[in-house]
């Protein structure tokens, strides 16, 4: 079918709360492009029901409107709406007529107006909600977050999601591919041309197989994709051609070897994500998609785990495309609920058609290689039913794509008191008998081909003398136990992976993993307003790598280059807490005026065995390294501090941090584009020398001509301003400023901080 995006030129109207629902916009009301998040411009409420789970932000009601022109040929064809994803309760209507409900806030979902469509104008309408409050875990978005289009093509025609292409096998370089087709009206006949990476047609033929000889198998240090061009025919007349990418791979797992893609062992270098692209909100699109696939991909994750939902298509394409394996969830919470009006409320009604939707949009892209059924989901010990509903899950995800493994992410059992200090004093016990976890968790886990494990690295070894032919993976892990937790998957051949908590910063969650100084115990759950960030993530939510994530680098890729980082002197008498999820409270800085003469304790991360500083050019600590770590204390001057790594007595590499002086200016750095309309740009409040100042921590406002300004944000987890108001505080001397470009090919950006004036042009090209 046709597909094109109708992302242009929406009116819309939101409202914090709406008693009944119009039905209908007017040119009083604001246009809009999508994808568009109407919730993440709310300023956030301190007495928001949505706490501290969703970042604080209130909740509310959006409506959509667009008129769209069909020719007669499309109108008197097959018809159909595609969104990506809504965040939720959404009511398309059509014409004034309702034609969908989907309460669901992240499946994808078809709107068939096959009939109901007419030539000329055609009016589509769509209201969603986030009102409902608290619903959920994370923050979520809200309204047409993601793409939406409109499938048309003259009958016979395939089916939206109609063409399944797989790989069965592949020996001696000849990949043989099964390929069915399901059309839409009487008489037609489908025919398919696979195309080579380089263009070239490779195979051809009907529904049934393909083969392909002297095939390039896609792996992620090798994404080969392929595209499979699918002709409908009626008759001699051609009616429909799809375009379909195809990876060709092959999937196994088992305990004794492990995930085998293409028959090569692979361990999965994992992090968890969340669907929100930070300043942005819940807003995806192909370009921001694909940055954070290759940020994550330089950062050395080879996996992503979709946490706790179906991702964007935009996300997969772009796993696709540069290479990462992915984990695709479907659920947080099953009938039994974690928040008062989370998806638990509909699961018993709508888990077939959320599992259809997310299995038949996603079986055709090669970076899937999980189906995850959910996440520490309260049934897995098997109270209300949830043994029979894991097994009933998994039959059902396997008659729609039985290429895959199906997971789901169990934990201890922290909801019910009784029944977490039974599970966690019987954790270490030793002998061949189940212990109470391990006795409670079997029948829900035997449906599963790989069985998740979330925080419990302790059970690895006496699952598996329980049960030898589990395949483990870890599914979420803590940051501070990284060094353990990939040894874990090294030595065992039957844990597949592990997956950070997380990999990229998120909003909701707030204040997951702090650290908090002279507490009298440990920062546990979540914190107060003015906290919105979970602030756990190897990299922050502008993109940068965070302390852990260069760790992070020594444990998985054999990194030489040390890292060099800083705690304030103002903590050095303090007593650091940290959260489970925390790391350590650690600069890339040694700009700390006024504290001349205090002392400080410097962090290295090494591959050596020691670690010596410098002080301009003059040694002044030297320290042992264990687990790719030194601390040492010195007394803070200013000057060019510098960390040799030492293996041996020879030297691995050196790094170095110089103390910045006051700021003078601002300097505006243009990512490479993704193409699209979002360009990133990086605002760095430098010295008179062109150094970051690590301490300024101002409030910056922006202002932009020749494109619009779409979120301006620092990484400070605790900012107090709305991320698309044009204004925030400035962390670390970073922000981050996204704009959306129009038909200009350069913008101007005003920044202004107190003294402080730059006006800056940027070729968007």
């Not at 379909?244 to 092959?250: N, P, S």
Request: aromatic letters at 10%; charged letters at 25%.
């Amino acid at each position: 079918m046709i597909q094109r995006s109708i992302h242009e030129n929406w009116l819309f109207r939101a409202s914090s709360a709406m008693p009944w629902v119009s039905r209908g916009l007017d040119q009083r009301d604001a246009r809009i492009d999508l994808p568009h998040d109407f919730r993440i411009h709310f300023d956030r409420d301190p007495n928001s029901p949505g706490d501290q789970a969703e970042g604080y932000y209130p909740g509310g009601f959006g409506q959509y409107q667009k008129t769209l022109t069909l020719s007669r040929e499309e109108a008197e064809g097959a018809v159909f709406l595609l969104v990506d994803g809504a965040y939720r309760m959404a009511e398309v209507r059509f014409n004034r007529q309702l034609v969908c409900q989907h309460r669901g806030g992240y499946s994808p979902f078809l709107v068939d107006l096959t009939g109901k469509a007419a030539e000329g104008e055609n009016t589509i309408h769509i209201t969603a909600s986030c009102a409902m409050l608290p619903a959920s875990r994370w923050y979520t978005g809200a309204g047409l977050y993601r793409g939406v289009s409109l499938l048309t093509a003259p009958l016979p025609c395939a089916a939206p999601w109609g063409v399944r292409v797989s790989t069965l096998d592949i020996e001696d370089g000849t990949a043989r591919l099964a390929v069915e087709t399901r059309l839409l009206g009487e008489g037609g006949r489908a025919w398919h041309e696979l195309r080579s990476p380089e263009g070239e047609v490779v195979a051809q033929g009907g529904d049934g197989e393909l083969l392909v000889k002297a095939c390039r198998p896609w792996s992620a240090e090798d994404p080969a994709l392929y595209t499979l061009v699918t002709s409908v025919f009626a008759g001699e007349r051609r009616t429909d051609t799809v375009y379909t990418r195809v990876g060709l791979r092959t999937l196994a797992v088992d305990a004794a070897h492990g995930l085998t893609v293409n028959g090569v062992s692979v361990k999965l270098r994992g992090g968890c994500v969340h669907h929100d692209n930070g300043p942005l909100g819940a807003v995806s699109a192909p370009e921001i998609e694909r940055r954070k696939v290759f940020k994550l991909k330089q950062a050395g994750f080879n996996a992503i785990r979709c946490a706790h939902n179906p991702p964007s298509t935009a996300l997969l394409d772009a796993c696709d495309e540069m290479g990462m394996y992915v984990m695709d969830e479907a659920f947080d919470a099953w009938r039994e609920g974690k928040r008062p009006y989370d998806e638990h409320l509909f699961f018993e009604s709508d888990w077939q058609s959320e599992l259809t939707n997310m299995i038949l949009r996603d079986r055709n892209h090669p970076s899937v290689i999980l189906w995850s059924t959910g996440n520490e989901i309260y049934e897995r010990s098997g109270a209300s039913d949830g043994a029979a509903w894991s097994h009933r899950l998994k039959d059902f995800v396997r008659a729609l794509d039985a290429t895959r493994p199906v997971t789901n992410a169990l934990c201890n059992f922290f909801e019910d008191r009784d029944m977490a200090e039974l599970a966690l004093n019987s954790a270490k016990s030793v002998g061949a008998g189940k212990d109470y976890w391990a006795a409670r968790s079997e029948d829900f886990a035997s449906a599963l081909d790989v069985v998740g494990y979330n925080y419990l690295l302790e059970r690895y070894e006496k699952d598996h003398a329980l049960f030898p032919q589990r395949v483990i993976c870890g599914t979420e892990s803590f940051p501070m136990q990284a060094k353990e937790n990939w040894e874990a998957v090294l030595r065992h051949p039957y844990v597949i992976g592990d997956f950070v908590w997380t990999a990229w910063d998120y909003l909701g969650e707030s204040g997951l993993g702090r650290s908090a100084f002279d507490a009298a115990q440990k920062p546990e759950g979540t914190a107060t307003y003015p906290w919105h960030l979970a602030n756990c993530g190897d990299l922050d939510i502008l993109g940068n790598k965070r302390p852990q994530s260069h760790y992070r680098d020594f444990v998985w890729s054999g990194r030489t280059k040390p890292y060099l980082c800083a705690q304030h002197p103002a903590r050095f008498a303090q007593q650091e807490a940290l959260s489970a999820w925390g790391w350590p409270e650690l600069e890339e800085s040694w700009t700390f005026p006024g504290y001349e003469g205090r002392m400080v304790r410097v962090t290295v991360y090494s591959a050596g065995d020691e670690v010596r500083l410098l002080l301009d050019g003059a040694p002044v600590a030297s320290g042992g390294v264990t687990d790719y770590r030194t601390v040492m204390e010195i007394p803070y001057q200013p000057g060019e501090l510098t960390a040799v790594s030492l293996r041996d007595g020879k030297e691995l590499g050196r790094t170095s941090m110089r103390t910045a002086k006051e700021a003078v200016g601002f300097r505006v750095e243009a990512e490479s584009s993704w193409g699209g309309a979002y360009r990133f740009l990086h605002i760095t409040a430098v010295d008179e020398d062109g150094l970051r100042v690590p301490n300024f921590a101002q409030r910056v406002a922006a202002r932009v001509e020749g494109a619009s300004l779409a979120a301006l944000g620092g990484a400070d987890p605790k900012g107090e301003t709305n991320y698309t108001s044009g204004e925030a505080e400035s962390a670390q001397g970073r922000l981050l400023l996204v704009i959306k470009r129009g038909e200009s090919d350069r913008a101007v950006v005003t920044l202004e901080s107190g003294s402080l004036h730059s006006v800056q042009e940027i070729a968007l090209n």
